[in-house]
């Protein structure tokens, strides 16, 4: 049965490895399956899922405050020497004795003013802020992963474009060299179409170049190289207009969820900060067994009692502290007004980036229509004599520069779509329903929330799950 749990436990909280998705020539790479290698792959989504776990675990130890404290201790003492007085008649008396003591310590909080309780509290909403953090670490990497990808298919498709215009200059180029033989153009136009060659091959390095780092990019975003990539044929849903995206951005955003956990910690710890200057009280009780193995004997007693502890004076420590939590409390509400506006700040700026990348999109088909009807005119006109080597070449360039224009234009509308998602807190792989194993922030939290102890039966599954995680 721990067996059956821990294997509920994994695949709750950690994705398994056999998720990532290699890319080989039989298979070619879709967008969700460099988001899905990106999910499994990132180190600092593991990382902060550890930091999470440790925020859990702080409710665990809060929590153990509350229950009783049961403590042991011992000594062995060995004494030695000698004594001697006048009605031992001048003789010395050893002292040599050897003694044990064992005993038990018991210690239970009855009342602290709700100090503690109010700490358990501010740490589980410390819980829910760090959930938000990973939400949004998430966010970042997926996004991160959105634009490798686009980067790769953007920088292929403008080497692919390079290479052809390379090959249409070079026949320009042999076209002009013919023509110039039968006396047609001018050892200029030879002139113009070997630097526009030579140009060409510049454009092209750097074209590959750029792809070059496009790949290193997306390799460190999923971790692997990419292969034969799909380009997406669809962008994902947005909403309909601005305000309603700064609208849910508003009601969803991670960080807007985090900062207003954060001020109720914050009003948590002013009341804390409150209780802890009143008295507390406990139960305490105590057993212990002295043994005296010099003189045989044995002794043995125990104490149950009540205490209760306040402060009188401190020198104005609590006062202080009370007053730093107010402040920090008023600090932490205004932190949300800035927090919103700039979470609306990021939700306009990624539609005005879609709202532009649309935009060139559309201008960038008609430009390429036009340069395309134009090119082949003046083409024709070339071969007929009533244009130059120069026409035919600014042309040709219009033409390709229109046709990179749509290439970058087609990616930065998809890597924008998806920015305006991530600007909304949308952009999950819960939300875009990634073939992933996800993971779960509530399953390792029930199980330490009250604070199991290393022995109990829920310790041990604990102990096996953290085992397992550490070798992931």
Do not use: C
């Not at 043995?300 to 107010?326: C, F, P």
């Amino acid at each position: 049965m721990a067996r059956g749990i821990l294997n509920s436990v994994k695949a709750g909280f950690f994705a398994v490895s056999a998720a990532v998705i290699v890319p080989v020539a039989s298979h070619a790479e879709t967008l969700a399956d460099a988001l899905a290698s990106a999910y499994t792959h990132s180190g600092l989504l593991q990382q902060n899922r550890a930091l999470l776990r440790a925020a859990d675990e702080d409710v665990a130890a809060t929590y153990a405050l509350l229950r009783p404290v049961l403590n042991w201790s011992s000594t062995v003492t060995q004494d030695f020497g000698t004594y001697s007085s006048s009605s031992t008649s001048g003789l010395d008396v050893s002292l040599d004795s050897t003694e044990a003591f064992f005993g038990l310590g018991f210690e239970l909080l009855l009342y602290d003013n709700g100090a503690t309780r109010f700490a358990v509290d501010a740490a589980k909403e410390t819980v829910l802020s760090t959930r938000q953090t990973l939400v949004n670490v998430e966010q970042a990497i997926l996004f991160e992963a959105v634009q490798g990808f686009m980067d790769v298919v953007r920088d292929a498709q403008i080497v692919q474009l390079q290479q052809n215009n390379l090959r249409l200059v070079a026949r320009e180029l042999q076209a002009a060299k013919d023509r110039f033989e039968v006396g047609e153009v001018t050892r200029t136009d030879v002139a113009l179409a070997e630097a526009r060659l030579a140009g060409g091959r510049a454009d092209l390095a750097v074209a590959q170049g750029n792809l070059m780092q496009a790949r290193e990019r997306f390799a460190a975003a999923t971790g692997h190289q990419p292969g034969a990539l799909v380009a997406p044929s669809v962008a994902p849903k947005t909403p309909a207009s601005l305000d309603d995206a700064k609208a849910v951005a508003i009601r969803s955003h991670p960080l807007m969820i985090k900062a207003q956990h954060d001020i109720t910690t914050a009003e948590i710890g002013v009341m804390r900060a409150r209780a802890l200057m009143g008295p507390s009280v406990k139960l305490q009780g105590s057993y212990g067994l002295t043994e005296d193995f010099s003189d045989p004997y044995s002794t043995h007693a125990g104490s149950v009692g009540i205490s209760a502890t306040g402060i009188i004076y401190q020198g104005g420590r609590q006062s202080a502290l009370y007053r730093q939590a107010m402040a920090n409390r008023d600090a932490t509400r205004a932190g949300l007004h800035d927090t919103r506006h700039a979470i609306r700040q990021q939700a306009g700026n990624a539609w005005a980036i879609l709202s532009a990348a649309t935009a060139q999109l559309a201008a960038s088909g008609e430009q390429i229509e036009a340069s395309q009807i134009a090119f082949d005119g003046i083409r024709e006109e070339a071969k007929l004599g009533s244009r130059t080597t120069l026409d035919v070449l600014i042309a040709e360039q219009d033409l390709l520069d229109a046709k990179s224009s749509r290439i970058t234009a087609q990616a930065a509308q998809y890597s924008a779509a998806y920015g305006v998602l991530s600007s909304m807190g949308l952009l999950t792989a819960d939300h875009l329903n990634l073939n992933v194993e996800k993971y779960d922030p509530v399953a390792y939290y029930n199980l330490v929330e009250d604070a199991p102890t290393i022995t109990s039966k829920r310790g041990k599954q604990l102990d096996k799950v953290l085992r397992a995680i550490g070798k992931e």
